[in-house]
C-alpha cells in the first residue's frame, strides 16, 4: 500500500480519536489526555494510538484503563470517517516523549540556574536613551530655528 495512504488513514484516525475523546467520551477516567500520533498497519488492520497521560502513575494507568474500555467506541467513530473495507483495530500505547521533554527542559533549567552566569558572556547592556534624548535634538538657536 502506498505511504501517503497510509499517513492520511493515520491522520483521520489520530485526529478522530483526539476529538472524540476530548468531545464525546463521558467516561470519568479518561482526563487529562492528548493524541500525539496514530500509525497503521499496512494492511490496515491494526492501528497504535499514542497518547501522552498527564498526572501521577495511578492516574496515568486509571487513563489508560478507561481508554481501553472505550476503545470499541472510538473504534464506530473512526468507522464513520473511513470508507475502506476495514476499519482498524484500536490500542492505545503511552507515549512518553511530552514527559520526557519536559523533564529535560526542567533538568536544563536547574543546571543553568546553578551555574549562573559564564564569564566569557558579554553582560546585559543597559539602555542609556535617556541621556541621548537631550543631544539628539537641534539647539533653539541653531539653524533650523532661524527665519530665512
Known sequence: MKSHRLARISEVVRETVATSILFDLKD????????????????LQHAKVFV????????????MH??????????????????????PHITFVVDEGVKKSIEIARLIRE???????????????????EDDSETDTPPADGPASRPG
Do not use: H, I
Open 28 to 43: 470519568p477516567r479518561v482526563k487529562n489526555v492528548t493524541v500525539t500520533r496514530a500509525e497503521v498497519s499496512g494492511d
Open 52 to 63: 501522552s497521560v498527564m498526572g501521577s502513575e495511578k492516574e496515568q494507568q486509571l487513563t
Open 66 to 87: 478507561g481508554l481501553k474500555s472505550s476503545a470499541g467506541y472510538l473504534q464506530t467513530k473512526v468507522a464513520d470517517k473511513l470508507t475502506t473495507r476495514f476499519v
Open 111 to 129: 543546571a543553568n540556574e546553578l551555574n549562573g552566569p559564564k564569564p566569557d558572556e558579554p553582560a546585559a547592556v543597559e539602555d542609556e536613551d
